[in-house]
């Protein structure tokens, strides 16, 4: 019999529509028909593969209105919000396919050799339920462009409009060059353990080191995105109106629940009073509210597991002597209202973990060097932000993570999307990101 997903909409827990569950012995199959497929798609010209690309996105394009609305009423984000996430999917798409065709191009060395850029096989693309296309659609193109077919395991959360989406794309692609799966965690341990080349992965740390363990056996390749814990510093000398603005948006942003959202603050004693009161005030006029609520802006939580452990985060900085200046851990589900915390410590579940949602976490520091190392102090290595002006540089540059902003947020259109440490694993976009998704190889001639 047919195990059916049931996907809600997490503003008002009503049934949106299922998808039928991949069983565990399905999910073999389909890596067969997907080894199968790659025999033809890596054959054919990587032009002839952009034309396909851009035929495949053009029959999604009349469609990005609905698919935002869907996207939104699954995952809980505002309509602006959700359309700007599917235009920049089904737009940039073949932007992505071009750009990886640039960079997949074989090259001559200066020693009679040539560098090839050759398909792996099978790539199974696993993502998460915040960002349910975009994140997808970066690891998606980058596979097929590089010849590889793909194996797509949206999240459990966000299965409906990843389902419409692809459904999209195959109208165009040769059958079984893209197929798509769903389950929770079960289907994607399988889909790890089975017959793929390369797992690209988006999703939390903890997922990410299970992935690394079941895919050493056949030292599968890998491409992980995962959790972050973003600090941001404010030196006394910042402009004190831009890094209240940048702390609010970027803590509270898709309701907290960004990879790179600002997660912990140190900001100079100096200043603190001042810059405390300026987040309050504008905090507090942040308002949750469901996707087609008026003038809401905080979204709700994905899931009651997910706001309960905000809940217990928030607790226990109380517990451990913060101070609430907003918000805080009476909260009714789906919702968190804004919550802005002052004198977090290491100690706290808060300063070490991912919260993903949306809260401001603030800590004073005296010297500089203190913040530094605070900052550093943590496994992962996402995006780091420092906001000043003298010596702004210089601090920026003692950051750990894979991507720093100085006095803005982090990541570049024309730059990899990279984490550091715990927080990624090989990395994504443009042509260094691009090449990952292939198997050099070194022709002499
Ligand atoms: P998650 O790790 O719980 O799940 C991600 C995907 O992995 C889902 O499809 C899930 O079903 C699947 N999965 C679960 N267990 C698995 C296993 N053992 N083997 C294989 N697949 C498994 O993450 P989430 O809750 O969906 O997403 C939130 C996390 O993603 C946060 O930590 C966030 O920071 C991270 N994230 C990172 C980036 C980035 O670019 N670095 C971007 C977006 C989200």
Not at 415 to 438: D, I, L, M
Request: aromatic share 6%; net charge negative; hydrophobic share 40%.
């Amino acid at each position: 019999m047919e195990m059916k997903l049931e996907s809600f909409n997490p503003s008002n827990g009503k049934l949106l529509g299922k998808v039928t569950i991949t069983s565990i012995e399905e999910v073999q199959n389909v890596v067969m028909r997907s080894c199968e497929a790659a025999r033809n798609w890596k054959n054919l010209k990587i032009d002839e593969r952009l034309d396909l690309m851009k035929k495949a996105y053009e029959q999604a394009k009349p469609h990005i209105r609905d698919m935002a609305e869907l996207l939104s009423q699954e995952m809980g984000k505002d309509i602006q919000r959700a359309a700007g996430e599917v235009s920049g999917t089904v737009l940039g798409g073949p932007y992505i396919a071009e750009e990886a065709k640039e960079a997949l191009q074989s090259r001559l060395t200066g020693s009679r050799a040539r560098i090839e850029y050759r398909p792996l096989g099978v790539a199974a693309v696993i993502s998460p339920w915040n960002y349910p296309l975009a994140m997808a659609n970066n690891l998606i193109v980058p596979s097929l462009m590089a010849g590889n077919t793909v194996v797509f395991k949206p999240s459990e959360e966000t299965p409906l409009v990843a389902d419409t989406f692809v459904r999209y794309l195959q109208k165009v692609l040769p059958e079984n060059v893209l197929q798509i799966i769903h389950g929770n965690g079960e289907q994607g341990r399988a889909l790890v353990e089975s017959d793929v080349h390369l797992i690209a992965f988006t999703g939390s740390m903890a997922v990410g080191k299970d992935i690394m363990a079941r895919a050493s056996g056949g030292l599968k390749r890998l491409i992980m995105e995962l959790g972050g814990n973003d600090p941001m510093i404010v030196l006394k000398d910042a402009d004190m109106d831009a890094a209240v603005r940048f702390a609010v948006a970027s803590s509270f942003e898709n309701a907290g629940q960004m990879c790179i959202a600002t997660e912990r603050i140190y900001v100079d004693e100096k200043i603190a009073d001042t810059f405390e009161q300026s987040v309050v005030s504008l905090a507090s006029r942040y308002r949750p509210g469901s996707w087609n609520m008026p003038g809401a802006n905080i979204g709700p939580i994905i899931n009651s597991r997910q706001h309960e452990k905000i809940i217990e985060h928030i607790r226990d900085a109380e517990e451990k002597g913060a101070r609430v200046l907003l918000g805080g851990s009476q909260q009714e589900k789906p919702y968190i209202k804004p919550t802005v915390i002052a004198d977090i410590t290491p100690e706290m579940i808060m300063e070490k973990e991912e919260t993903f949602g949306p809260v401001v976490a603030i800590s004073r520091y005296k010297t500089v060097d203190e913040a530094v190392e605070r900052a550093n102090d943590s496994v992962y290595g996402l995006g780091a932000v420092v906001f000043g002006r003298k010596d702004v540089e210089a601090v920026a540059d003692r950051l750990e993570a894979g991507m720093v902003g100085i006095n803005q947020g982090v990541g570049a259109g024309d730059a990899p999307w990279v984490g550091a440490k715990q927080s990624g694993f090989g990395f994504h976009g443009t042509s260094e990101g691009h090449r990952q998704f292939a198997q050099v190889r070194v022709m002499n001639y």
